[in-house]
């Protein structure tokens, strides 16, 4: 049986304000320290005074803390956790989202994507759920006792004129039928089409609709 595909997202954004914070935090009790103390100046030379820059480690790659081209600063951060393989087909899927502006995968089960400042969080990861965590039909049918199942459905509801059958991931299914298109039947498939789309199954329904 198939598994629910399932996405889990978290503000790459907060993380790194966060650890900002905390190295501001360090700033002022250094600053504090140092104050109490004799100058710097008077126990080491100038040519010694140089430090180089602090660096921040980021998902893709480091930048120095007061770049431009950080990534907090270009786009919209976020790390996906997933319960499925990304693989390299939806890796692609996942770039060619609009408002993706860089994809970074960072391991077998999660990614690193950056969003266009033009563009809405929500929307993207409306787009990028619906297209990784629904199932095809074919998907869904290409195990053999989900198929069975749907087939033997079928024949019960042949000989009503409407009949729609929801068939989820794990070959669960729910249905509907009727001899006429009344609305108990539309709102009853309006009912498995939401469901549908909540936990990546596909609706199959009768010549007539």
């Not at 990534?71 to 692609?92: G, K, L």
Request: glycine share 4%; proline share 3%; aromatic share 10%.
């Amino acid at each position: 049986m198939k598994k629910t595909r399932r996405l889990a997202w978290e503000s790459w954004n907060s993380k790194f304000e966060t650890v900002e914070d905390i190295l501001e935090d360090q700033d002022e009790e250094i600053s504090s320290v140092e104050s109490e103390e004799k100058s710097i100046h008077d126990l080491f030379p100038a040519e010694m005074m140089f430090m180089p820059p602090r660096t921040i480690q980021t998902p893709i790659g480091e930048y120095t803390e007061d770049s431009l081209l950080r990534p907090i600063d270009r786009w919209d951060c976020w790390i996906c956790h997933s319960n499925f393989d990304i693989t390299n087909s939806i890796a692609e899927k996942i770039e060619q989202t609009e408002g993706v502006e860089v994809l970074k995968i960072m391991g077998r089960y999660s990614f690193f994507i950056g969003i266009a400042k033009m563009f809405e969080f929500a929307e993207v990861r409306h787009s990028i759920e619906k297209q990784l965590c629904t199932y095809t039909e074919e998907e869904i049918l290409s195990n053999e006792e989900i198929h069975q199942t749907v087939n033997l459905v079928k024949q019960q509801l042949q000989f009503s004129d409407y009949w729609s059958i929801l068939v989820s991931p794990s070959g669960d299914v729910e249905y509907i039928s009727s001899d006429k298109l009344d609305k108990k039947y539309l709102d009853g498939l309006s009912e498995l089409i939401v469901l549908s789309n909540k936990i990546g199954g596909i609706v199959l329904r009768s010549a007539n609709g």
